[in-house]
């Protein structure tokens, strides 16, 4: 049997990693073999492209273009493989991201990103994606005093706002993959929420 694919997503400071080690550890104690991996990155030659992405100014095509060829070889070499061994993989970010960032947010049209993501991995998707939804003003509030900005994170309020709303436009399109957690929360409760909500992926 196919393992499970699960992916966080949400905007930068909604409080993804916050969640992301524990739900993992949760697994595992629970007796599943589980991968943990991130985009852009989770292979060699992603990480390499991840730190231009996150780190060098280029145009919007150039930033698309490399976020799905990260995300070919991250398939290839770790994600299709684990999944193919019955292992499960969790994933810090995928393709919702880039609706979210390159279209949403920067302006790359949908039809664009849908044609790469048909190409890319037109045969998978995740079983489950959970959105962590923040005011995009608290997330910033959350950031500034945890790390430095990367590219990305030194954008606009503005930015962010779009961010968000592709999110939730991607979460209303496919409300079966995606649960959307309220990162205004405290931490158990949505502990509680993930907890509940793994039976639910593994019996699907
Ligand atoms: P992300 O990975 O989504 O960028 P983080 O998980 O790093 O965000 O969270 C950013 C900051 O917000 C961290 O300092 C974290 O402790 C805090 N945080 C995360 N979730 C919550 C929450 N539900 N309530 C209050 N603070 C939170
Ligand atoms: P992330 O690993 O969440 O950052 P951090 O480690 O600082 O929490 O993600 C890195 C950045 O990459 C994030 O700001 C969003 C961006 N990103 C895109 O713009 N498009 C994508 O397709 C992906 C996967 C990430």
């Given at each position: 049997m196919r393992g499970r694919f699960v992916t966080f997503e949400g905007i930068d400071g909604a409080g993804k990693s916050t969640h992301l080690d524990w739900f993992v550890g949760t697994l595992r104690r629970r007796g599943l073999d589980v991968v943990q991996t991130r985009e852009p990155?989770?292979?060699?030659?992603?990480?390499?492209?991840?730190?231009?992405?996150?780190?060098?100014e280029m145009?919007?095509?150039?930033?698309?273009?490399?976020?799905?060829?990260?995300?070919r070889d991250h398939l290839d070499r770790l994600i299709r493989p684990t999944l193919a061994d019955g292992?499960?993989?969790?994933?810090?970010?995928?393709t919702d991201s880039t609706y979210a960032y390159q279209g949403a947010g920067?302006?790359?049209?949908?039809?664009?990103?849908?044609?790469?993501?048909a190409w890319i991995h037109?045969?998978?998707?995740?079983?489950?994606?959970?959105?962590?939804?923040?005011?995009?003003?608290?997330?910033?509030r959350r950031r500034s005093s945890a790390r430095a900005p990367d590219r990305f994170e030194a954008e606009e309020l503005a930015?962010?706002?779009?961010?968000?709303?592709?999110?939730?436009?991607?979460a209303q399109a496919d409300p079966e993959r995606f649960v959307v957690l309220d990162g205004e929360r405290?931490?158990?409760e949505i502990r509680v929420i993930l907890e509940q909500d793994i039976a639910t992926i593994w019996n699907t």
């Open positions: 990155g989770g292979s060699p030659l992603a990480e390499s492209l991840r730190e231009l992405l996150l780190h060098r145009p919007i095509d150039t930033e698309l273009l490399l976020m799905f060829a990260a995300r292992r499960w993989v969790v994933c810090d970010r995928f920067r302006g790359a049209s949908s039809e664009r990103i849908e044609w790469l993501e037109g045969d998978l998707q995740p079983d489950r994606t959970y959105l962590f939804d923040l005011d995009p003003a608290l997330a910033a930015f962010f706002e779009r961010v968000r709303a592709g999110y939730r436009l991607r405290p931490i158990p």
